[in-house]
């Protein structure tokens, strides 16, 4: 669309709210992962994630100062460096018991070993090794515990950030990834909330939903704009403010809200 069709006008905070939110159940009906029904493009390791739920936890330990797509596949390319599952033996698997026990230094070479599995190397190796033995103690040795037993949101989140390397975002983005994608009975989904992440925030406040892009203020609009689910928004708006909200330079007229969009703070 060509910049005459995408004006910025005065739209009400209810235009702006009703297209984000149809934007966000089509991402719903979908059963989005993050960026489209996958959350990495290694099929091998996608396949991990959608199958292993201590994989998935572990990917989303992951997620952190590194792009989404590299941190999905972090448990998958642990595993083949550690020797479990290599092409000519697959499946590629999970071994949380080896994790709890390894020796941290040896883990933390593995994790250095170019090219690096995460930029935060030996803080990762802290997460891993501290998620597999809550895992092991806790949970049965199966990370599906943490949530099959159809937890409210709340509870849900509490039991995450309990997790070394879980707080407020990694565990309202994990809550939305079990319901929205894996279809997990979740209760009173009130209680689901945005993850302040920095996108989420620029978008919130760019959209005139929050009035500012401080974290707390954010996820406390989130709730005032759509209580019934606050977190239903989390991914619409994330993905907005990565491909076209961006910090300088944002694409208008590529953006889904083009048109309804007030751009706060753009000019």
Same mark, same amino acid.
Not at 56 to 67: E, S, W
Not at 125 to 138: D, H, K, P, T, W
Not at 180 to 192: A, L, Y
């Given at each position: 669309m060509g910049a005459a069709g995408c004006r910025r006008r005065d739209a009400s905070s209810a235009e702006v709210l009703r297209e984000l939110?149809?934007? @966000?159940?089509?991402?719903?009906?979908?059963?989005?992962?993050q960026e489209g029904s996958k959350f990495t493009d290694v099929e091998e390791a996608n396949r991990l994630v959608e199958s292993d739920p201590n994989a998935?936890?572990?990917?989303?330990?992951?997620? !952190?100062?590194? &792009?989404a797509e590299k941190a999905w596949a972090g448990p998958y390319l642990l595993a083949r460096r550690l020797g479990e599952g290599p092409d000519t033996r697959p499946p590629v698997r999970i071994d949380i018991g080896r994790l709890a026990e390894m020796d941290f230094e040896k883990l933390a070479a593995v994790f250095a070993r170019k090219p690096v599995l995460h930029r935060y190397k030996r803080q990762m190796?802290?997460?891993? !090794?501290?998620?597999?033995?809550?895992?092991? !103690?806790?949970?049965?040795?199966?990370?599906s515990?943490?949530?099959?037993?159809r937890p409210t949101a709340r509870q849900l989140q509490e039991r995450l950030v309990a997790f070394d390397g879980i707080g407020q975002k990694k565990a309202a983005m994990i809550v939305e990834i079990l319901g929205?994608?894996?279809?997990?009975?979740?209760?009173?989904?009130?209680?689901?909330d945005v993850a302040a992440d920095v996108h989420v925030r620029r978008v919130m406040y760019r959209t005139g939903i929050s009035p500012s892009e401080e974290a707390e203020t954010v996820v406390?609009? @989130?709730?005032?704009?759509?209580?019934?689910?606050?977190?239903?928004?989390?991914?619409? #708006?994330?993905?907005?403010?990565? /491909?076209?909200?961006? &910090?300088?330079? &944002?694409? /208008?007229?590529?953006?889904?809200? #083009?048109?309804?969009?007030?751009?706060i703070g753009t000019h």
């Open positions: 939110l149809r934007f @966000a159940r089509e991402l719903e009906e979908g059963r989005a992962a998935f936890l572990l990917a989303a330990l992951f997620t !952190q100062g590194i &792009p190796v802290r997460y891993i !090794q501290s998620a597999a033995r809550r895992i092991l !103690q806790e949970y049965e040795g199966d990370a515990n943490i949530w099959n037993d929205r994608h894996f279809r997990v009975r979740i209760g009173e989904q009130s209680g689901t406390d609009s @989130a709730r005032l704009a759509c209580p019934e689910r606050p977190g239903l928004l989390d991914l619409a #708006c994330w993905l907005i403010g990565r /491909h076209w909200c961006h &910090p300088r330079n &944002p694409d /208008h007229d590529a953006c889904r809200l #083009c048109g309804v969009c007030p751009r």
